[in-house]
Each structure stands twice: as C-alpha cells, then as structure tokens.
C-alpha cells in the first residue's frame, strides 16, 4: 500500500509540474523500478522507459506437451537515435501463459515464426532473445558518441528452437542461444561469481568518491576479463588500454570498468541498490566530464575554468593545491613502507593465534627469542619412533621443554599431560630433576579469540598440571602479553621466569595483586566499580584489566569512596577513574611494585 501511495504522489508531481526536459542526452532504461524513472524524469532528464520482456510461466505438465511463445519486450522504434542506455534486471514473477497474448494478428504473411517451449520446460525466458534483438538495433551506432550503463547481472544463457507456422501447420526449424548480455557487444564476460567484498580502485575522483559512498549496498554476480587487442605496431595482442577496471574483489577479479571504444562509453557497474542516486550523480556529475558533448546544459559555462578566465589568486592556489597533493601522496607512501614493514616483522604474532604445525612453532620460537633466550632450540618431532618436543630451552633455570599444538577445539586430557613423558626422559638422560614442562596450545584457531573459551582448560586439566609441576598457557595469553613486556610493564626477564611456573599461567596473575571484578562501569568504561579487601591502591598506580585474555593497561586518575574524592584506599566498594576504556566484568589487578 505504501508503495502504491508513493508511485501515485510521484505521477502526480510529473503531471502537476511543468517539467522542462532537456533535449540532450535521450535516455533509455530498460527493466528498472518505475520510481527511478519518475524521479529521473522530474530532475529534467529525457527518459524513455523499455524492457526485455518477462518471464512466462509455461503449462507444460506432463511429456510430448509443447507452447508456442512470443517475445514481450517493449522499446521505443527509433532505439538507434538514442544517447544513453542503461540496463538493469527488474526482478519480476513469471507472468502467466496466455494463448491470446502468444499468437501473431496481422495474418498478411503466409508464414509466421513462434518459439517452441516444451515439457519439462515450465518457465520460458525471452530476455536474451530480446537482448540479442535490441543488438541488432543499436550494433550500428556502437563505435559512434553514445554512452552504454549496466548494472550486471548474473549471465543467463537460453536455448531456444524456432517454430515456423504455415498453413500445413508448424516444423521446427533452428536451433539458437543466445544470453542476457547480447544487447552490448564490449562486455568481455568472465563468469558468474557472487559476493559482496569489493574494492574501489578508480582514480577518478567524482567516481570512486561516488561508489564508495554506496560499498556497502553493493554486491557484484558476475567477473569480467581483461580483453586483448592486435597491436600493429608490436605485432602482438596486448591488454585493451582503453579498458579500465573500476572496482575489484578480494580476488582481484575485475567486478566493474569502463571500457572506450573510438566513442563509446561502456561503463558497468556491480548490483546497487539505490540505482537511482547513481544514475542521477552520473548524470549530473561524472559523466558531463567525460563526454562533454552529450550534455549540453552542463557544460555552458565551462569556459571559466579555463586559465584566461581565472580570478585573482587562483593559480597561486592551484599550485599550493597541487604542492599538498604531492607532499601528501609521499607521506602516505612513507607510512604505507612503515606499515609493510611493521606487519612484516611481527607477523609472527598473528600467526601465534591463527596458525597450527611447523609455522606456530617457529612463530613461538620467535616469540621467545624476542623475550631474550639465548638457546631455543626446535627438535625433531620423530626420532626413532619416541616423540620430541617441540622446543627446547637450556638456561639458568635449568632445561624448560616445550608441547606447542593448534587445534580446531579444546585440548584433551592428553594433550595436555603428552609433555610429562618428555620431562620424565630428559630427567633421566641428565640425572637431574631441573626439567620443566610447558603446554602452548592455540585453541579453536578458526575463531577469533574474543569468542574463544578462556581459559580452554578443565579445573582437572590445570590442577592435573599443578600437581605434575607443569605449565599450561594459550598463544592468546603471549599475544597479549607481548606490549605490556614491549612498554617495560613487564620485564623480559621477570616473563621468562614466568615460564617456568606451574599450573595454568597469567602474566596478570603474576604480576599484578588482584583487586575485583569491575561489576558495574560508567563514562563509557573510564568509570569502574570495584570492591576491594585489605589492598592499598592509590592516584597513580597502574592497573591490568583482564577479559576473556584481552588485557588493557591503565592509570588510576582519580579514587572516589561514597562519591568523596580520596587519594587511597583500601577497603569496600570504591569508584575509580582510569586513563583507558574498560570492559564491564574485567578483571582488575594492580601492578607489583
């Protein structure tokens, strides 16, 4: 109903205003929404509406059941004079098949020609069929000044069989295909691929400012090749430079371009939603600087942008303009190198929390290296059929060997003890009880860690731990752990004790006292409420809030006790302030001093 209201209110502004349509460009839009074309033809534009017909829904039930079927697209005669062509896909329910609607009426041929659907086909596309027509029509002024918009489509092939009707009654005659994209013969087809991850990579600044504004209503069906070329010259095929991608997938696949040919200007668009604000920005915009001479009213005035009409002070402006432009594309390009090179050195982190096998050893070995031990050693994982560690340790306090695993879930009872029984033969071979065992496990590695379960560990496993003097800790745990030991909050030193410690292993539990949970938080995280025993904090000390492994470091800026400022406390249900944002029931620890 309410869209019934909309259309009516859009007909009767069309019919009330006293429109003036400019004489250029002539538009055709086939298969979009009414409403693109009433508002469009309110801005003043000369717009002819077309379509490539329906889909008809056929009754053939049963076998040996065959329909004789027309085309029902619809396009205004004189289809060659025309400017501009967009297309779009106007999805529409299949309309019923009617015999009357099906049958030739002039009766001045002897004989007339039908296509022929039969069983088990029930729905019958003439689209492609009329896209091959409509072709035929305008191939002549391809080459010449027009300009060709589509909103692609996935690409439909049809088969179809000719049906020639004379007085003896029907045979059937050729076989064609054709596809929905036959209406252009520039489209340089790849295949049908759907998604939605789309990068914009024109260097107009009007059109990726434009698609860019739309990224998120934008999903593309189909991928396009970039088409070859004879070069004369070279004696060879080369790339099409008049072929221009626009817009990429995360595959690097083309999904959007404009291609030129003497001419003409294809340009092709994934599916957008809002089709009119594009065609209007186009319009009005984009392509006026592009094919000046198909809008006439926009370029009336274009000679004072034109040096011998430039007011006072705009060349001197022009080149602070371009002497900006240029100091700011260095330093992108600087900080884009610092970038690169930042993720190339401390990859090793993300890989500590995505990877499994021989890439998450040597990126715990890297790790541990950074932390400073001298004599990381990877070993081998079979040898003689008795199973290795991973990594080996030598230091001062005595030999710390390493089970690293990444896995899909959460570990068993024997990935976790699995170390014990190289512990108990490294006793044996030194004669000596200073080795310790540590399990490093990435756990449920395909999720991002947030949704991951933390700890991943049984109360059995770490107490099993605990009385077996072995350590458990998660490749969360060093990621986070890595800017508080990077800021000097936590010693390198003081971290590579901590591995050697027992049971389930928290670098905040180590160096921090705890303090509470953070039961109730305001200003957006900067306010915590905690309640605190027989633990002295005061302004200035530094905090670690810990949630489901995600730690944050802080200062506490102010203490309140019964919404009173106080310099310390120790005791009851206390608000602090701190200097970064917390999350509600974080765990709260101040720092060892």
């Known amino acids: 109903m309410l869209f019934k209201k909309k259309k009516k209110q859009l007909e009767k502004i069309i019919e009330e205003k006293k429109i003036t349509q400019m004489d250029k460009p002539n538009i055709c839009l086939f298969d979009f929404d009414d409403e693109v074309y009433k508002k469009l033809t309110i801005d003043g534009y000369k717009i002819n509406k077309a379509t490539f017909g329906n889909e008809i829904s056929v009754p053939n039930d049963r076998p040996r059941q065959e329909k004789l ?3 029902n697209h619809s396009y205004p005669k004189n289809i060659h004079e025309f400017d501009i062509f967009a297309f779009s896909n106007l999805e529409n329910t299949p309309i019923p ?16 020609y039908y296509l022929l659907s039969k069983y088990p086909q029930r729905i019958f596309d003439p689209r492609p069929f009329s896209a091959h027509l409509l072709g035929e029509e ?33 045979s059937e005659g050729r076989e064609l295909k054709y596809n929905s994209y036959e209406y252009c013969s520039l489209m340089p087809f790849l ?17 990726n400012r434009l698609l860019s504004e739309h990224l998120k209503e934008t999903r593309y ?35 959007s371009f404009i291609r030129i040919y003497k001419q003409t200007l294809l340009l092709v668009l994934p599916e957008i939603t809002d089709k009119y604000k594009i065609l209007f920005c186009l319009l009005q915009e984009i392509l006026p600087e592009i094919i000046p001479d198909l809008f006439p009213f926009y370029t009336a005035f274009k000679w004072k942008e034109q040096e011998p009409y430039w007011l006072p002070n705009h060349k001197e402006l022009l080149k602070e303009k371009e ?92 990935d976790c003890s699995q170390i014990m029984k190289i512990v ?60 508080l030991i990077q800021n000097g909050t936590i010693t390198k030193e003081n971290a590579r004790n901590i591995l050697f410690k027992k049971g389930l292993i928290s670098f905040c539990k180590c160096f921090g006292n705890y303090l509470g949970k953070a039961k109730e938080i305001y200003k957006e995280g900067f306010v915590i409420i905690v309640n605190i025993s027989n633990t002295i904090i005061n302004n200035g000390d530094k905090l670690i809030a810990e949630k489901e492994g995600s730690i944050v470091k802080c200062v506490i800026k102010n203490i309140q006790i019964s919404s009173e400022n106080v310099i310390t406390a120790s005791n009851g249900e206390i608000g602090i302030e701190v200097s970064e944002r917390i999350s509600k029931n974080s765990e709260i620890y101040i720092l060892k001093k």
């Open 424 to 483: 108990n033969r490294r006793q044996k071979e030194r004669n000596a009880f200073n080795v310790h065992g540590l399990y490093i496990v990435n756990n449920q590695r395909y999720l991002p860690p947030f949704s991951r379960k933390t700890p991943p560990f049984s109360a059995e496993q770490i107490s099993d731990a605990v009385n077996d003097e072995r350590g458990l800790l998660t490749t969360w745990d060093l990621f986070n752990a890595f800017p």
């Open 323 to 414: 002497k900006i432009e240029k100091d700011y594309k260095t330093a992108i390009s600087l900080i884009n190198n610092k970038i690169e090179d930042n993720i190339s050195t401390n990859k090793f982190l993300h890989e500590l929390i995505t990877e499994t096998g021989e890439i998450l050893v040597l990126s715990v070995k890297k790790y541990l290296e950074w932390l400073g031990f001298l004599n990381v050693k990877i070993m081998d994982n079979e040898k003689k059929n008795i199973r290795e560690e991973d990594i080996q340790i030598e230091n001062e306090n005595g030999l710390l060997v390493i089970e690293i695993k990444g896995i899909g879930g959460t570990s068993t009872d024997g």
């Open 97 to 112: 098949y009617k015999s009357e609607d099906n049958t030739q009426s002039n009766g001045k041929e002897f004989k007339t």
């Open 221 to 255: 069906e189909v991928v396009f090749h970039h088409p070859n070329i004879w070069d004369e010259q070279l004696r060879k095929s080369i790339p099409d430079p008049e072929f221009i991608p626009i817009m990429k997938n995360i595959d690097n696949d083309i999904v």
């Open 69 to 71: 079927c027309l085309l």
């Open 138 to 170: 305008i191939k002549s002024r391809v080459g010449n000044k027009i300009i060709i918009i589509a909103f692609a489509k996935k690409k439909i092939e049809i088969d179809y069989q000719i049906a020639e009707m004379s007085t003896a009654g029907y």
């Open 191 to 207: 295949e049908n691929k759907v998604g939605q991850e789309i990068m914009v990579i024109t260097k107009n600044e009007g059109l």
